[in-house]
């Protein structure tokens, strides 16, 4: 069973610039949660796609935006980067509409901006 | 809205120590319950978790158990090792599928 896995690892971007980042889901899920950590924080909502669909959203600006393709893998574009958008973005990923409640954490993507 | 408050950190123990990191909750039904792990430089593991009142979770060694009453979640561990060093979260996750979490509790272990 191949678990969460993102890209890249880090990033360093220009204020202003946008970013996209990756992430392949575990074997069999189908729902994708994006995470966003700064630090010395708890990771904050962003957004969470269920087969294909956004299935609800977090307390972030439109210029946070998201896919999920067929193969339920997702990428996070933010777009008009600020410097407060560094953080640790970490993707997760379940079972949705199953009933399950385990969500399955990725090693997470570095995010700085300068 | 919903909320988790943890104990601030860092809690600093010797090895073979007991650990208890306290974790309460503000939510309105009946929320799934879950301590997360992260070590340095990775991302989040699911350490345990408990869907309804009265449930203990446990894992590796380290327990809570789902108090409705108290609206607490409190992880505890007999005898810490250095190994367990890490910043332990809570979490829990209400009627949409989205986990909210606390702000994390660093754990130091010394030899």
């Known amino acids: 069973e191949t678990g969460v896995t993102q890209s890249p690892t880090h990033l360093i971007k220009t204020r202003g610039q946008q970013v996209t980042l990756r992430c392949s889901s575990q074997s069999g899920h189908n729902t994708v949660s994006w995470y966003q950590q700064a630090l010395g924080q708890g990771p904050q909502f962003i957004f969470q796609y269920y087969r294909e669909e956004e299935n609800g959203r977090g307390n972030f600006p439109p210029r946070f935006s998201g896919l999920q393709f067929p193969n339920y893998s997702s990428e996070l574009n933010v777009n008009a980067l600020e410097l407060d958008d560094s953080a640790l973005y970490l993707c997760?990923?379940?079972?949705?509409?199953?009933?399950?409640?385990?969500?399955?954490f990725g090693p997470g993507t570095r995010l700085t901006v300068t | 809205g919903d909320s988790v408050t943890q104990m601030e950190g860092p809690v600093t123990l010797s090895e073979e120590a007991f650990l208890t990191i306290n974790c309460t909750y503000t939510a309105t039904g009946y929320p799934s319950l879950f301590w997360y792990v992260q070590y340095p430089g990775e991302g989040l593991q699911l350490l345990l978790k408990a869907t309804k009142a009265d449930d203990k979770g446990s894992n590796k060694g380290f327990e809570a158990t789902y108090r409705k009453e108290t609206t607490s979640f409190h992880l505890e561990k007999g005898s810490v090792q250095v190994s367990d060093s890490a910043v332990y979260f809570c979490a829990l996750m209400g009627n949409t599928d989205k986990l909210i979490f606390g702000t994390g509790t660093r754990l130091q272990v010394f030899p």
């Open positions: 997760a990923s379940s079972l949705g509409g199953e009933g399950s409640y385990e969500q399955y």
